[in-house]
C-alpha cells in the first residue's frame, strides 16, 4: 500500500519570506502524488497533480512541487507566502486498489502566516 | 468546470434520527464519488468508494448498514447516517472523478457537510 508522511505537523512563516512543507511518500510503483489545500471548515482545492511527466510540477496561487525519485520525496514550495495561505495543506498519494484507485492523505501540516 | 457541490453544509440532529447527505457533480459527470469523514485536527479518512448504478465498496471497519450509500445518477451520490449518535459527528466530505479507468484519478471535492448529533 501506498502512503505519504507529512514531515511537520505546523509551519509557521512571515509574510513574504518563501514556505517550505515537506512530504515524503512510499510507493511500490510510480506514484501520483497531489497538493491539496482545506481553509477552515471548507472542502480541499487542488493545488497540483504529478503524474510521472516533468518532475517540477506547478500549480495554482504560486506553488509548486518538486518529485524527487531517489529522495521519495514531494515539497510544496512557494517564493513567497501571502497571508491567505494560511490554511491546512494535505500531502496526498493515489493508490491502487482493485474496485480503482483510492487517494491516502497525509495527516496535513497547518501553515500560519505572520504579519 | 468540475465543480461539486453538498447538502446541507450544516446539520444538527437528534441522537438516533437518520440524516441524508447529497454531493452532487454540477458541471461533469462523476462515474466514481468517494465519502470521507474527518474528525477535529485530524486528515481525511475514506468511508467509501461508489459507481453509478453499483453497490458501493466499503472500507475497513466502516459500517454499511450504518451508512448508507447510493450513487443513483451520474451527477448525485447520497450518504444516509443511519440511526445517529455523537460519535458520528464530524466533517464529511464527498469527492468525485471523471474516469473509472484510473489513469486520471484527480478528485474533486466537495465544501463538505459538518453533522452533529445531540
Known amino acids: 500500500a501506498q502512503s505519504v508522511t507529512q514531515l511537520d505537523s505546523h509551519v509557521s512563516v512571515s509574510e513574504g519570506t518563501p514556505v517550505l512543507l515537506r512530504c515524503n511518500y512510499s510507493s511500490s510503483y510510480s506514484p501520483s502524488l497531489f497538493w491539496y489545500v482545506q481553509h477552515p471548515n471548507k472542502g480541499l482545492q487542488l493545488l497540483l497533480k504529478y503524474t510521472s511527466a516533468a518532475t517540477l510540477v506547478k500549480g495554482i496561487n504560486g506553488f509548486e512541487a518538486e518529485f524527487k525519485k531517489s529522495e521519495t520525496s514531494f515539497h510544496l514550495t512557494k517564493p513567497s507566502a501571502h497571508m491567505s495561505d494560511a490554511a491546512e495543506y494535505f500531502c496526498v498519494v493515489s493508490d491502487r486498489v482493485e474496485y480503482g484507485n483510492k487517494l491516502v492523505f497525509g495527516a496535513g501540516t497547518i501553515l500560519r502566516v505572520k504579519s | 468546470g468540475a465543480v461539486v457541490s453538498q447538502h446541507p453544509s450544516r446539520v444538527i440532529c437528534k441522537s438516533g434520527t437518520s440524516v441524508k447527505i447529497e454531493c452532487r457533480s454540477l458541471d461533469f459527470q462523476a462515474t466514481t464519488m468517494f465519502w470521507y469523514r474527518q474528525f477535529p485536527k485530524q486528515s481525511l479518512m475514506l468511508m467509501a468508494t461508489?459507481?453509478?448504478?453499483?453497490?458501493?465498496?466499503?472500507e475497513q471497519g466502516v459500517e454499511k448498514d450504518k451508512f448508507l450509500i447510493n450513487h443513483a445518477s451520474l451527477t448525485l451520490s447520497t450518504l444516509t447516517v443511519t440511526s445517529a449518535h455523537p460519535e458520528d459527528s464530524s466533517f464529511y466530505i464527498c469527492?468525485?472523478?471523471?474516469?473509472?479507468?484510473?489513469?486520471?484519478?484527480?478528485?474533486?471535492f466537495g465544501p463538505g457537510t459538518r453533522l452533529t448529533v445531540l
Open positions: 461508489s459507481n453509478e448504478g453499483s453497490k458501493a465498496t466499503y
Open positions: 469527492s468525485a472523478t471523471q474516469e473509472t479507468s484510473g489513469h486520471t484519478d484527480t478528485q474533486y
